[in-house]
T-cell receptor, first 114, second 117 residues
Framework: DADVTQTPRNRITKTGKRIMLECSQT?????MYWYRQDPGLGLRLIYY???????NKGEISDGYSVSRQAQAKFSLSLESAIPNQTALYFC?????????????FGEGSRLTVL | AQKITQTQPGMFVQEKEAVTLDCTYD???????LFWYKQPSSGEMIFLIY??????QNATEGRYSLNFQKARKSANLVISASQLGDSAMYFC??????????????FGGGTRLMVKP
């Protein structure tokens, strides 16, 4: 099993629709992250969670919300999707409990908003 | 705040030759870590190499080495003996270490490397 699993892997939706991207991890870490990747901009942090009760906004949180249902699950929602939210989304969790900075990334969720 | 700059949007290299991917960073932190990740066309993010700001020697991992020049704030990735499988996007990233930043990596915009046979 993958350490970090994202669903769906690909999704096409229409403007104004609500969409949820789900992430689960088997590493047992408290920390989880959602990143967004756009061409030329690299990965930018949307939200991060230090534990179930600790959720924080990242660099580009506008238009997104998250839910940490359990230690292993961290979902990203777009309440009303718009075309400029078309991107590749990554969930991640630390490789080690020591703050090395290295992250396990999920395989990504490619979202297209028409 | 940290900023990572990768000035080469795309590069070509001949198979079996070495290639350097540039990365410069801006931070006021004295302690930090620098990373390189590879993203093949399949999309996953693969960790390549890590350099700590207080490490005296440049990091190496197989064919990958990190040319760390602290005074110039650069952390270039050197790939020796390029292979066709090295064709991918490469991202430079950093994390502050002076306080518990929660593993929040800041990424550069990436460089697309294409290896020619």
């Amino acid at each position: 099993d993958a350490d970090v699993t994202q669903t769906p892997r690909n999704r096409i939706t229409k403007t104004g629709k609500r969409i949820m991207l789900e992430c689960s991890q088997t590493k047992g870490h408290d920390r989880m992250y959602w990143y967004r990747q756009d061409p030329g901009l690299g990965l930018r942090l949307i939200y991060y969670s230090f534990d179930v009760k600790d959720i924080n906004k990242g660099e580009i949180s506008d238009g997104y919300s998250v839910s940490r249902q359990a230690q292993a699950k961290f979902s990203l929602s777009l309440e009303s999707a718009i075309p400029n939210q078309t991107a590749l989304y990554f969930c991640a969790t630390p490789v080690s409990r020591v703050n090395t900075g290295e992250l396990f990334f999920g395989e990504g969720s490619r979202l297209t908003v028409l | 705040a940290q900023k990572i700059t990768q000035t080469q949007p795309g590069m070509f290299v001949q198979e079996k030759e070495a290639v350097t991917l540039d990365c410069t960073y801006d931070t006021s932190d004295q302690s930090y870590g620098l990373f390189w990740y590879k993203q093949p066309s399949s999309g996953e993010m693969i960790f390549l190499i890590y350099q700590g700001s207080y490490d005296e020697q440049n990091a190496t991992e197989g064919r990958y080495s990190l040319n760390f020049q602290k005074a110039r704030k650069s952390a270039n990735l050197v790939i020796s003996a390029s292979q066709l499988g090295d064709s991918a996007m490469y991202f430079c990233a950093m994390i502050p270490r002076g306080y518990d930043a929660g593993n929040m990596l800041t990424f550069g915009g990436g460089t697309r490397l294409m290896v020619k046979p």
